[in-house]
């Protein structure tokens, strides 16, 4: 069993930063890839940024140059460091523990590998 909890959300204007942290408990294995999801009034869940064996590094087109996704082992926590965030990012923002070890799947954006969700926390940009 793998508990997820995040916190960090919140509301800003357009262009501000927000640092989603996440932490990681129960029985994991620090090689498997775990990633952020967001979900968006009326959009399908989709995956933001992963982080494969602490090593290999994914983002979505749109959080490209923007958003940065961490891990400290030693802490046990996977954090999402968002900069000049649009109102388009606005979503509840999800940790995900992916049943894919080493690195991640070549399709990681799709929540059919994620094994373990957190509870959300939700990230509003207005204009």
Same mark, same amino acid.
């Given at each position: 069993?793998?508990?997820?909890?995040?916190?960090?959300?919140?509301?800003?204007?357009?262009?501000?930063?927000?640092?989603?942290?996440?932490? &990681?408990?129960?029985?994991?294995?620090?090689?498997?890839?775990?990633?952020?999801?967001?979900?968006?009034?009326?959009?399908?869940?989709?995956? &933001?940024?992963?982080?494969?064996?602490?090593?290999?590094?994914?983002?979505?087109?749109?959080?490209?140059?923007?958003?940065?996704?961490?891990?400290?082992?030693?802490?046990?926590?996977?954090?999402?460091?968002?900069?000049?965030?649009?109102?388009?990012?606005?979503?509840?923002?999800?940790?995900?523990?992916? &049943?894919?070890?080493?690195?991640?799947?070549?399709?990681?954006?799709?929540?059919?590998? &994620?094994?373990?969700?957190?509870?959300?926390?939700?990230?509003?940009?207005?204009?």
């Amino acid at each position: 069993q793998v508990q997820l909890v995040e916190s960090g959300g919140g509301s800003v204007q357009a262009g501000g930063s927000l640092r989603l942290s996440c932490a &990681v408990s129960g029985y994991t294995n620090r090689r498997n890839c775990m990633g952020w999801f967001r979900q968006g009034p009326g959009k399908e869940r989709e995956g &933001v940024a992963a982080i494969g064996g602490s090593t290999y590094y994914y983002y979505a087109d749109s959080v490209k140059g923007r958003f940065t996704i961490s891990q400290d082992n030693a802490k046990n926590t996977l954090s999402l460091q968002m900069n000049s965030l649009e109102p388009e990012d606005t979503a509840m923002y999800y940790c995900a523990y992916l &049943v894919y070890t080493g690195s991640c799947p070549r399709d990681w954006w799709s929540p059919r590998w &994620v094994s373990y969700w957190g509870q959300g926390t939700q990230v509003t940009v207005s204009s």
